[in-house]
């Protein structure tokens, strides 16, 4: 079979030069050449011709499985089985993920940054750095993460985040290297570099007129803040829209924390739909806020020593009660309880807490778990072992709880941090998942209204619900409240520009 194809091929060739050549007489001559030329001439002509043949065949090949097994897969059977089978292996293999081509430009200079905070601080940081790379036209080198915060967590980028992810998923956007190059790493230690801390609530043309300058100048700049230090409003829209795809896409947690997250799902699924209790009431948030509601005297002075022990938490008097009637105080496990209660959540749902130790433990806790028996945390559902890569280590178990949080049936939290806040916005972004956005300073007056015998039960249940029924993470516009940026709806926990809306304008008070 492979015989009669090789002479079919040599009378085809012969064919294609007597066309080439046109005439008889051209004919004649190329015949005679060939009869005029010696044994050794012809040898060297046939084995440069296959050489040139395989060195072709070689280029081919090397196009790679798109088009290996294509243009090879329909030749006859003078390959061998084996070649079959491998180039059949090749066919089943699952398709690797096209990067998107990298975004060439003229590098302005290096862009070092420090994050601070906790998780969920640090992750809106690093939207906003990614952002204003790219704007910048500069190089950024992956985030340093706060390791001096109150956690004192040593977790680094890796240890949280899928880095390789992070770069080559924004490779058309900005350049991201792990680390300076060596010969700029050199000017760095050597102190040759700019560092500051940019204005919080900036928009582009901050980083254009006074940022970028300092790039050029010195090369290398290192923004040693980077929590809310861009607008939550007046952006450009694909600004905006940069930002949604670094925290929705670009960043994703490693492997090991999203193969654990999976599982704590999974394990949740398999008893039914289940709820997502932010329940921050760890003692950092109580002593930072000054809110000792419910805590005995001991634990008041005990708040009290910690909050002056840290000199970055400003505030020192605090006065607990003011600060809770004006809404500014994270809910307790007793009055989460009723208001859960109030709002008609099922007695018989899973409650999953996504928090650290709650203050004053099973005690503080009873109320909440004599209403709702089934309240679980991660600790509960894995095995000790399952979490031994990831203990002491408060943002790899804050960004379990996350994916948690992410993907449970209803998230409420009961205080308005960072992670309450961009869990929010992600969910929204998921497709407006269920989020209970509770108004605390309604609630503490219902609820204080209630215990002293001044509304019954059917009242007050029915007030919650009423209250909250528009508060459940449907789609609405931003509040924005010009030159009040703390206080206007945050960025991250309702990102519009990246939503499916009506056309409506925002909202302006």
Known sequence: MCKMEKSLYHRKLWEIKVRLLGDNSKVEKLRNS?????????????????LLLWSCFVHLMALGDMWGPRLFSGWPSCFNQRGLSTALEMKSLPAKIALPPKRVYQNNGYLMVSCNGGLNQMRAAICDMVTVAR??????????????????????????????????????????????????????????????????????????????????????????????????????????????????????????????????????????PFLVLHLRYEMDMLAFSGCSHGCNPEEEEELTRMRYAYPWWKEKVINSEEKRKEGLCPLTPEETALTLTALG??????????????????????????????????????????????????SQMAALDYLVAVESDIFVPTNDGNMARVVEGHRRFLGFKKTIQLNRKFLVKLIDEYTEGLLTWDVFSSMVKAFHSTRMGSPKRRLLIPNKPKEEDYFYSNPQECLQLLDEPLRVI
């Not at 060939?34 to 296959?50: D, E, G, H, K, Y």
């Not at 801390?197 to 050029?216: A, D, E, G, T």
């Not at 795809?245 to 398999?270: C, D, H, S, W, Y």
């Open 34 to 50: 060939f009869a005029s030329r010696s044994p050794t001439s012809l040898w060297m002509i046939r084995v440069v011709s296959v």
């Open 135 to 272: 704007y910048m036209n500069v190089t950024l080198i992956v985030p340093e993460l706060d390791k001096t915060s109150f956690w004192n967590d040593p977790s680094e980028f890796k240890d949280i985040f899928d880095v390789d992810h992070f770069i080559s998923s924004l490779r058309d956007e900005v350049r991201i290297l792990k680390e300076l190059p060596p010969r700029v790493k050199k000017r760095v230690e050597l102190g040759m570099y700019h560092e500051m801390p940019p204005i919080s609530w900036s928009n582009m043309s901050y980083y254009q007129n006074q940022i970028l300058p300092l790039v050029k100048k010195h090369k290398v700049l290192h923004l040693n803040k980077t929590d809310s230090r861009l607008a939550n409003n007046g952006l450009p829209v694909e600004v905006q829209k940069l930002r949604c795809r670094v925290n929705f896409n670009g960043l994703k947690f490693t492997p090991q924390i999203e193969e654990l997250g999976r599982r704590v799902v999974n394990i949740l699924r398999e008893k039914g």
């Open 345 to 394: 959540i099922d007695r018989n749902v899973q409650i999953y807490i996504a928090a650290g130790e709650i203050y004053g433990g099973d005690r503080r806790m009873k109320a909440l778990t004599d209403a709702f028996p089934n309240v679980v945390r991660k600790e509960t559902i894995l095995e000790s072992s399952d979490l031994d890569f990831c203990r002491n280590h408060s």
